[in-house]
């Protein structure tokens, strides 16, 4: 609640700073707020070149198991949203009304995924959806929490055999956060009628599962303790009942599965008999070694409905993927990394879609990519090797002044020919700052024309590193495609021959 | 303007609606409008396809050409945006003011470079951004214009020799624009220093060349005539002015290069200057074929300082890439495609987000993606070419009942090989049912277990196309990578052997 106040005092203070630059300084002139967005980002190429790492590497897991992709719009109409996120719909980022719907900008990918499947009256797919999502919510920018960031959704859609597309979204997240190699991780899975099911075992009202279903949910950011005084004190749960509930989540898997009590509860017997058989899968595509029953995992999501998961990642399992010694500086941010994937089973979602309420059976994961892109980018940043942010093979260079229509030709060879060129703007650019730049730039090539190698009808090519020039040379209107050039680069970087230039 | 009042009536009918089903219809249930956003549209896995297929053609461009890319928050402080779009400002979609910062949904992708040069004191970059868009104009979805869309841009940054970034930009439409076989087109080219000479030249008054401007770009959607009705009688500007504009816009290029009265201006002087300088560039990179100097080009937007361009496909050209005869029904709706490219230099925009104003040139151009798909979708629609939206390699099936763990060992190794594999989500699906999904989602193999196969310790290896099943068969446990299966798949295909399941 302090926390909340002190958001939106930070938020008003913002506010005013910038009616005050709108309305100019002392010269009158316009002064701008050169920033983005409160809890949003620019990425610039570096980041960019590990975003797309990222993805591609999550893409292709998600193509492996023959999924398809779908896209939606960035804002839905508000209605869509209505009543589908339990108490974080505050969090919610509306639209001006400028004359004509009401509309919202999308919180999640499921709730759209969800009113997609109803419009077009789909029954079974599996697909993917990697897009941005939004949410006014406390950023914590360096711990990979931002306003707008992106969710990888793979969702199963369709009326199938229990829990076999359930485990196949666990094995999705086992194998992303291997190949991802982020270090050790886990996945805790649960289920929703096992938790209501002890909700009501431990005699919490029925009115009250979903508002103390959110606050267990606490449970990996705060203490117990905290946890009770919110359930007792702001919720209005009996002391008794909240204790009962303490009890449970520190139970272990084996000694829930043959919990007396439990078991009066049919909700909670139809959640174990379904986390068995869940296990007896995972055994199958042989994840189990990361997977655990946790019954102190909640989800804060309404909408989930049976088993439900989610991935953390371990500290030391954080702190070696980052390279970091266990007591290093820094290392106390990058460890409250935590949840990096999390999911579960909404079978009736799409009902709330369907103008006859039929059902959509779903399960489906979220993977939480922002805060793999942050420990991708502290591992960057303690590795030495460079990122490359350009793919140029070759750079089209000039020794001498008067070049440049000979430069312009000689590109306009190498793009038809498929070779990732590039040339600078200048008329007279120097050899020397034209070697820089591919030093800077890791262009592995360097094509340098000369007015003795215009009249021999050749040009000179230099391996940037090394400064070799291997022969033979290539001759203008000789240039076939990528191949040659690749090889060339490849084939003799260990032939030596003088660098003679400059 | 009319048109205006009727989309403004469209828009509160629909909101209307919305609160009506809000509220509930005769039965008290919560009823929902179930559709996207006005002016906004899903894609679904196929138009994903299409989609990922220009993209991966106009970014391999841009690399081509040593872009690197970046990104940018989807809303920017609604600050960021004003004062940059001239009369289209009104377009711009505004967030609720939900106690923060005042925010807009970008309007295109150059302001938002603009804003990210000068945050960063960046001075020269040559990068490419691909993202959604927004403006709240009136939609024609038929014929790709939406209020949600995709723009890609290439620009270059920096302090360069005239026109040599300027003529890559045309190149790379030219490339572009070739590559996506869209049918023939053209680009236009122009500059703003010859308009506002011309303007003046003409007798516009100072003040008015922006809006005069605005209402030439015109030219391409209404006739002259309505044109100069505009100027005069909403614009207020003389008659004469406005027939000597129209002489002017006539005019061919040659002719132009000589006309006495507009070397007067200076700035015209420079921009035919560069026009010329630019077109010998663009002889070097072999494009001239297709560009052509055009003063009825004028560009909607505020923020050009020089050359500007437009790229269009010529009406036959658009019916020929549809697959459509000169005269067929549908065919007067694809040829009002129109532009399909558009950019040019802005010199100043940097300038006005720099606290001191310090300039960055640019120059750039944005591929209008959105019209692109709609022609991409029209011909694949009139194809008989079908689209697979999975890559699936191999679907697990069994011929036999009770076989589920079987399935679910083999796919797991099939994965660990990287292989793309499905398996269906039934514990005893039927083989024709099996075989019917592969047929429907073009997976080229089925590897069937059986009890037989399982005793002899084989897996049945099945073409779905044609039935064939080759020697000899894999054995599980055996796979190694996913190119002894693609091996398989190929070089075993002319093998003649039985098919003798169900």
Redesign the interface.
């Given at each position: 609640m302090k926390l909340c106040a002190l958001l939106?005092i930070d938020?008003?203070v913002?506010?005013l700073l910038?009616l005050k630059?709108?309305l100019g300084g002392d010269e009158g002139k316009h002064?701008?707020?050169?920033?983005?967005?409160?809890g949003?980002?620019?990425?610039?190429?570096k980041q960019?070149a590990i975003?797309?790492k990222v993805f591609s590497t999550i893409v292709s897991c998600f193509?492996?198991?023959?999924?398809?992709?779908?896209?939606?719009?960035?804002?839905?109409?508000k209605?869509?949203l209505t009543g589908k996120y339990g108490e974080d719909s505050k969090l919610i980022?509306?639209?001006?009304?400028?004359?004509?719907?009401?509309?919202s900008?999308r919180y999640d990918l499921t709730v759209p995924f969800a009113?997609?499947l109803?419009?077009?009256k789909i029954t079974n797919?599996k697909?993917y959806h990697i897009a941005?999502v939004?949410r006014?919510d406390n950023p914590a920018m360096t711990r990979g929490r931002y306003r707008?960031f992106y969710q990888c959704d793979f969702d199963?859609a369709?009326q199938?055999?229990a829990m076999?597309?359930d485990a196949?979204c666990l094995?999705i997240v086992y194998?992303i956060l291997s190949e991802l190699d982020l270090g050790d991780f886990r996945i805790k899975v649960n289920d929703r009628r096992i938790l209501d099911g002890m909700f009501a075992v431990c005699g919490v009202p029925d009115e009250k599962f979903r508002t103390i279903c959110s606050t267990v949910d606490k449970l990996d950011k705060m203490p117990w303790e905290e946890v009770r005084r919110e359930m007792v004190e702001e919720k209005g749960l009996s002391e008794q009942a909240a204790d009962q509930i303490g009890e449970y989540v520190s139970m272990q898997g084996e000694r829930l599965l043959q919990d007396q009590k439990l078991s009066q509860s049919k909700l909670a017997c139809a959640g174990l008999a379904d986390i068995k058989q869940l296990f007896s899968?995972l055994q199958?595509?042989?994840v189990t070694d990361k997977v655990v029953f946790d019954l102190s995992l909640a989800r804060g999501l309404d909408y989930y409905t049976g088993i439900i998961y989610e991935a953390v990642l371990t500290q030391a399992g954080v702190a070696a993927a980052c390279g970091e010694a266990q007591n290093g500086a820094g290392g106390e941010e990058s460890v409250s990394v935590g949840s990096v994937a999390g999911g579960g089973r909404y079978d009736g979602l799409v009902g709330?879609?369907d103008?006859k309420g039929r059902k959509v059976p779903c399960v489906g994961v979220s993977i939480g990519i922002e805060r793999i892109f942050s420990i991708m980018e502290q591992k960057a940043e303690a590795s030495a090797e460079k990122i490359r942010?350009?793919?140029?093979q070759v750079m089209v260079a000039s020794a001498q002044k008067n070049l440049?229509?000979e430069r312009?030709?000689l590109i306009?060879e190498l793009?038809s020919a498929?070779?990732?060129?590039?040339v600078m703007?200048?008329?007279n650019p120097k050899l020397l700052s034209q070697l820089q730049h591919c030093e800077e730039a890791g262009i592995p090539l360097v094509a340098i024309l000369g007015e003795q190698e215009l009249k021999d009808g050749v040009v000179k090519l230099r391996v940037v590193a090394s400064r070799e020039e291997p022969r033979p040379q290539t001759t203008p209107g000789q240039i076939k495609s990528r191949e040659t050039l690749t090889e060339t680069s490849h084939t003799h970087t260990h032939t030596h021959t003088q660098s003679t230039v400059h």
């Open positions: 939106q938020e008003e913002a506010k910038q630059a709108q002064q701008f707020v050169l920033k983005t967005a409160k949003t980002r620019d990425y610039n190429p960019m975003r797309e193509k492996r198991h023959g999924a398809e992709t779908i896209d939606t719009p960035v804002f839905e109409l209605e869509t980022y509306d639209l001006k009304d400028q004359g004509g719907e009401l509309l900008l009113r997609y109803a419009m077009n797919i697909r941005k939004y006014r707008e199963i369709g199938y055999d076999i597309p196949e094995k194998e899968y199958l595509f042989q709330m879609f103008p942010t350009t793919q140029v440049l229509e312009l030709k306009t793009w498929g070779i990732k060129a590039e703007y200048k008329k």
